[in-house]
């Protein structure tokens, strides 16, 4: 199970920390992503991290403002969001691929506005 918090409004420029609580399946044995759908839109990755938390990708429309990190020992995955923009408005989601299905979170809702 996968559930996300920290969503919220924040205003052009500004920071916002979104979570995701991990149960129920070894947390420390597998990448995790987020991924945001905008409004009307699909649903795209934003960023990822290895099992270990060295290994990170980001989309290019995030890349040296976001900040994907995780905690075991917490089961604990982030996203550090910095300067955001307008455009970074979506409902964010945090996802797991097993070897023959994923999980999926609720989604957080992110609004940049002023």
């Known amino acids: 199970q996968l559930v996300e918090s920290g969503g919220g409004l924040v205003e052009p420029g500004g920071s916002l920390r979104v979570s995701c609580a991990a149960s129920?399946?070894?947390?420390?044995?597998?990448?995790m992503s987020w991924y945001r759908q905008p409004s009307g839109k699909e649903r795209e990755l934003v960023a990822t991290?290895?099992?270990?938390?060295?290994?990170?990708n980001y989309a290019d429309s995030v890349r040296g403002r976001f900040i994907i990190s995780r905690d075991n020992f917490q089961k604990m995955l982030y996203l550090q969001m910095n300067s955001l923009k307008p455009d970074d408005s979506a409902v964010y989601y945090c996802?797991?691929?097993?070897?023959?299905?994923?999980?999926w979170g609720q989604g957080t809702q992110v609004t940049v506005s002023s």
């Open positions: 129920g399946f070894i947390f420390s044995a597998f990448s």
């Open positions: 991290i290895d099992p270990t938390g060295r290994r990170k």
């Open positions: 996802r797991v691929q097993f070897k023959q299905s994923q999980s």
